[in-house]
T-cell receptor, first 114, second 109 residues
Framework: DTAVSQTPKYLVTQMGNDKSIKCEQN?????MYWYKQDSKKFLKIMFSYNNKELIINETVPNRFSPKSPDKAHLNLHINSLELGDSAVYFCASSQLSGYTGELFFGEGSRLTVL | DAKTTQPNSMESNEEEPVHLPCNHSTISGTDYIHWYRQLPSQGPEYVIH???SNVNNRMASLAIAEDRKSSTLILHRATLRDAAVYYC??????????FGQGTRLTINP
């Protein structure tokens, strides 16, 4: 049973298109995140949601819109894709109450914009 | 968030201990020290974290200096599967882990 699962794992699309990446966690955690890892391998936090409420938004362009329909899901929708959006996007989850210091990451979704 | 400094790369041999250093000289008294690793083509994986005392778990040990300005992740007996990028992170709470460049660990057979 995968703890944090993302779909799709690979996504190739043209500039200007709109695409979504879905994330689900079955750990019962109350907080979920999106991270972006660019070609230089730097991991940067984009968003964090706690109990479906946005708590971190790291100056990400508003073409990126996260949506959390419930605590177990955090989807990432990207409008008008640009070449610079090509990266690996990681979803993660944690339990903030009773903090254990551990984030669980998904396997990543590799987005390639042509 | 306290900035952390790690060597870009390290190399070790299989079945030998590995000591991965991290400097966090601007750490505050309530900042936890976290270690994550990222194996090739995978998401980051939690390794260990601590505040003041040394910590042990099934994956590794974390030795924290008395002044908390540095720490060392210890892999007691490295295997080829331990080859990864190791990130040392200092943060208050789990809301915002800020990853640095990390140390790329190579294990020689």
């Amino acid at each position: 049973d995968t703890a944090v699962s993302q779909t799709p794992k690979y996504l190739v699309t043209q500039m200007g298109n709109d695409k979504s990446i879905k994330c689900e966690q079955n750990l019962g955690h109350d907080t979920m995140y999106w991270y972006k890892q660019d070609s230089k391998k730097f991991l940067k936090i984009m968003f964090s949601y706690n109990n479906k409420e946005l708590i971190i938004n790291e100056t990400v362009p508003n073409r990126f819109s996260p949506k959390s329909p419930d605590k177990a899901h955090l989807n990432l929708h990207i409008n008008s894709l640009e070449l610079g959006d090509s990266a690996v996007y990681f979803c993660a989850s944690s339990q903030l109450s009773g903090y254990t210091g551990e984030l669980f990451f998904g396997e990543g979704s590799r987005l390639t914009v042509l | 968030d306290a900035k952390t400094t790690q060597p870009n790369s390290m190399e070790s041999n299989e079945e030998e201990p590995v000591h991965l250093p991290c400097n966090h000289s601007t750490i505050s008294g309530t900042d936890y020290i976290h270690w994550y690793r990222q194996l090739p083509s995978q998401g980051p994986e939690y390794v260990i974290h601590g505040l003041t005392s040394n910590v042990n778990n099934r994956m590794a040990s974390l030795a924290i200096a008395e002044d908390r300005k540095s720490s060392t992740l210890i892999l007691h007996r490295a295997t080829l599967r331990d080859a990864a990028v190791y990130y040392c992170i200092s943060i208050q709470g789990a809301q915002k882990l800020v990853f640095g460049q990390g140390t790329r660990l190579t294990i020689n057979p």
